[in-house]
């Protein structure tokens, strides 16, 4: 269904958002439709039944089948644009399998965007055009909004946890992030750009930009970094350095604690009997407060929370670390 008065709207960049403006645009003619209707037969009724010389004001008061039709039609409506609300919502939160996957930090008052070979880029995320793209964010000190108009999505960027968002952008092209909750003095200035590339110039940037293992400053490109290595090797280097390893196997044998291997995405049974899906967000917290929940047949095992001035980087790498040992 096309619809041709969205003018007044952010470009439509990908499916889900034409899906919202078409939803919008029938909600909005529905509310227009029965506000006429509604308006209009009380105003006719107010002058076509007023009390006036020659002519006594009507009274009405009962009228079954009346009560009936306008409680069924607006019930049956509301109904319909429920399960309709509900199909493209559960297509904007449903990230498809094989969507690209890149962290986002947000800090006051920046955004970074942390790819897997390592590298960091600020305010300027850069994604191959035509593909689902799934951005994995957590902040560093406040509650952030990660608001992309042109995708019509809008995501609680928290500090302590991973939220997600998905978007396909279906052209190449730039759009505007916005941050989308006050976070203090210079949120208003917390602006990046998503800049979809075309397969070619996507293949260039990775490339070129992975080879330039040197300076930023050399390649050109204002606000990149590069860190040693790939996301998941920095996260191995650091479960070596940091001691995880001693306690926690790779290859899923038992020594202390639970092995990693094949960790990420699998269910953890705890001491008291429940069970929770290894997801980012339990693997963060099994991290930075391992005494929250204790793993069955491994209550014994006391385990240090990571150092508490850990850089949300840190965490990212080890979790992705983690999730490679399939
Ligand atoms: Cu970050 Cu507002």
């Not at 002519?55 to 009936?68: G, I, K, R, T, W």
């Not at 008052?109 to 600020?122: A, C, K, P, Q, S």
């Not at 190449?172 to 979809?196: L, Q, R, W």
Request: net charge neutral.
């Amino acid at each position: 269904m096309k619809l041709n008065f969205n003018g007044s709207l952010p470009i439509q960049a990908s499916e889900v958002a034409r899906d919202w403006d078409t939803l919008y645009w029938v909600m909005t003619g529905v509310s227009l439709f029965f506000f006429v209707l509604v308006v209009g037969l009380m105003v006719y009724s107010a002058i076509a039944h007023r009390e006036r010389p020659g002519h006594q004001a009507s009274y009405f008061y009962h009228n079954s089948v009346l009560e009936f039709v306008w409680t069924a039609v607006p019930t049956v409506l509301l109904m319909g644009i429920f399960a309709w609300g509900w199909k493209v919502y559960h297509d904007m939160v449903s990230v498809p399998g094989d969507a690209y996957e890149i962290r986002v930090l947000g800090k006051q008052w920046l955004w970074n965007f942390i790819y897997e070979d390592g590298r960091v880029t600020t305010n300027e995320l850069y994604v191959p055009a035509g593909r689902p793209i799934k951005l994995l964010m957590t902040s560093q000190d406040v509650l952030h909004s990660f608001f992309i108009p042109d995708f019509r999505i809008k995501q609680d960027v928290v500090p302590g946890m991973y939220t997600h968002v998905w978007f396909n952008p279906e052209n190449p092209g730039e759009h505007v992030v916005f941050c989308a909750e006050y976070c203090g003095t210079s949120h208003s200035g917390m602006i990046a750009k998503v800049i979809a590339l075309n397969e070619k110039d996507w293949q260039a940037w990775w490339r070129g930009k992975q080879l330039a293992s040197i300076p930023s400053n050399t390649t050109g490109k204002s606000g990149e970094t590069h860190a040693a290595g790939s996301l998941i090797n920095q996260g191995q280097k650091l479960t070596q350095t940091k001691g995880c390893v001693a306690c926690h196997s790779i290859d899923g044998s038992r020594i202390v604690g639970p092995s990693y291997k094949s960790l990420y995405g699998s269910r953890v049974e705890f001491s008291d009997g429940s069970t929770a899906q290894a997801d980012e967000n339990y693997i963060r917290e099994s991290i930075t407060n391992p005494q929250g929940k204790k793993v069955k047949g491994y209550e014994a095992l006391v385990m240090p929370p990571y150092p508490g001035d850990a850089k949300e980087e840190e965490i990212t790498a080890i979790i992705a670390y983690i999730k490679s040992l399939k």
